[in-house]
């Protein structure tokens, strides 16, 4: 069983658009992060989700809205997508307090 | 504020020679460290972590780091490479946001390693 998972695997749009991006864990951990991955490999935190408290938002446009249904769940909505927006998003879960994170394989999202 | 600096943006190995992959931190605090790699179009993998005791890590796929408060550093190695290792590679702390609610990484910008036949 994948231990994280996120669905689409690949996403393409036009501007404008709004889109959303889901991630399921199964692990039983508590916290739940979002991180946006650039053309240059470069990762970087966008969101932490803490037993369904927004803990961490890093400098993210307000265009970007996790929504967390349960513990297992973490998704991301994106409203009026921008040419920036194109990268590679992944989904993470942890025990929490600095523990290992497991990735999910990413959602390339592609704006034409 | 924490971060991680991979000096090496890319690495060439001879498949069967030795690597390391050099990382340095800041952080104001214990730190908690991690190697993660990343195949191509896969997500990131847990190679090994620091958290305290013994400075040598042992981790999977072969791969061990060395934590040298004194430098600040976090160097990850492998005694002899192979093929499959060609990957990107990720040198991250975690820490803890200010309120003590969360936590989260920062990552390194990576090192792409290549491996020559």
């Known amino acids: 069983d994948t231990a994280v998972s996120q669905t689409p695997k690949y996403l393409v749009t036009q501007m404008g658009n709004d889109k959303s991006i889901k991630c399921e864990q199964n692990?039983?951990?508590?916290?739940m992060y979002w991180y946006k991955q650039d053309s240059k490999k470069f990762l970087k935190i966008m969101f932490s989700y803490n037993n369904k408290e927004l803990i961490i938002n890093e400098t993210v446009p307000n265009r970007f809205s996790p929504k967390s249904p349960d513990k297992a769940h973490l998704n991301l909505h994106i409203n009026s997508l921008e040419l920036g927006d194109s990268a590679v998003y992944f989904c993470?879960?942890?025990?929490?307090?600095?523990?290992?994170?497991?990735f999910g394989d990413g959602t390339r999202l592609s704006i034409l | 504020a924490q971060s991680v600096t991979q000096p090496d943006i890319h690495i060439t190995v001879s498949e069967g020679a030795s690597l390391e992959l050099r990382c340095n931190y800041s952080y104001g605090a214990t730190p908690y460290l991690f190697w993660y790699v990343q195949s191509p179009g896969q997500g990131l993998q847990l190679l090994l972590k620091y958290f305290s005791g013994d400075t040598l890590v042992q981790g999977i796929k072969g791969f061990e780091a060395e934590f040298k408060r004194s430098q600040s550093s976090f160097n990850l190695r492998k005694p002899s490479v192979h093929w499959s290792d060609a990957a990107e590679y990720f040198c991250?702390?975690?820490?803890?946001?200010?309120?003590?609610?969360?936590?989260?990484?920062?990552f390194g910008k990576g090192t792409h390693l290549i491996i020559q036949p």
């Open positions: 993470a879960s942890s025990p929490g307090g600095r523990q290992p994170q497991h």
């Open positions: 991250a702390v975690a820490y803890m946001y200010s309120g003590g609610g969360a936590d989260g990484l920062t």
């Open positions: 692990l039983g951990h508590d916290t």
